[in-house]
């Protein structure tokens, strides 16, 4: 008993655990506070559910853009999780059809995740914008006749921009997760399945998916949370409506009007509510898998 107390993971993870558990609890108690209107500056002394109450009932100035918002991010989200997750599988299996999975193929995925989301979404404006690269390339070449008659790729009503900003970071992030669980697999399901005659497709739908899918739903999951959850990218190639809700929670936050901040904080906690219900079924996910 004393040597698994000794050896128990749990024990060696407990200065991180009671580091990260201290701040996240200390942060999501003032949020949780200041959602209820507890705050200095204000002469409110009880707790209050206002803010709650008019963003579930689209009252008030954030109620009114909240249930819009909601839907724009799990568009976003969804949507760009989607799109990585199938991109990811379908590299992660031409790479080891190809029997390409070697250094070269892992050191350019990973040159990729080098640069912060932040560069990445700066990079995409100055190349699709309007005013970009290739809007300036396309005109040069006489297939717009000016900038200005690009398609909209960023900035957009449909968050196109956003979308391509993830898709471009989060590729390659699952397709490093694929091809890990790629690695540890023999190769004998693949030449068993060969000898049978199944056709590629067949051997990619009934071998190769099933090896991976837990984790690429795992990793897909998480890659939805934080897309979710993120403010760079939808603050940088975004437009002022509709916007995702980090975007629409650090507005009210900053807003001169300090009854204003209630409201942002009940977003940011709506936030944090979705994305630990993710992460969680994520987790179960994993667990049930193993």
Known sequence: ???????????ALA???????????????????????????????????RAYSDL?????????????SLAFSLWV???????????ALFVAVWLSERRAID????????????????????????????SGLLARWAASFGLVDQPAAFPVLVRD????????????????????LVISV??????????????????RWQRI????????????????????????????APALLGVNSPRMLSVLALRFFNDPDLRARADGMAISLVITVITLLVAWVSLWKGENNE
Request: hydrophobic letters at 55%; charged letters at 10%.
């Open 56 to 68: 579930f009932t689209g009252q008030g100035i954030a109620g009114r853009e909240f249930w819009g």
């Open 157 to 176: 009503t449909f968050g196109i921009g956003i979308i391509l900003g993830y898709i471009g970071k989060e590729v390659p992030f699952l397709t490093l």
């Open 1 to 11: 008993m004393r040597d698994r107390l000794i050896f128990s993971p749990w024990l």
């Open 205 to 232: 739908r009934y071998v190769t998916l099933p090896l991976v899918a837990p984790s690429l739903l795992a990793g897909a999951l998480l890659v939805f949370a934080f897309i979710f959850s993120s403010y760079e």
């Open 182 to 199: 790629l690695r540890t697999q023999p190769e004998g399901y693949k030449l068993v399945a060969e000898n049978l005659g199944a056709s």
């Open 103 to 130: 250094s070269t193929a892992t050191f350019a995925l990973n040159w990729n995740l080098a640069f912060p989301h932040l560069v990445w979404a700066v990079m995409l404006l100055l190349l699709l914008s309007q």
């Open 77 to 87: 989200s969804a949507a760009s999780t989607l799109i990585s997750a199938a991109c």
């Open 15 to 49: 200065p991180a655990l009671t580091i990260v558990s201290v701040l996240l609890g200390a942060s999501l108690v003032y949020g949780v506070a200041q959602s209820w209107g507890l705050m200095s500056g204000l002469e409110q002394e009880t707790l209050s559910l």
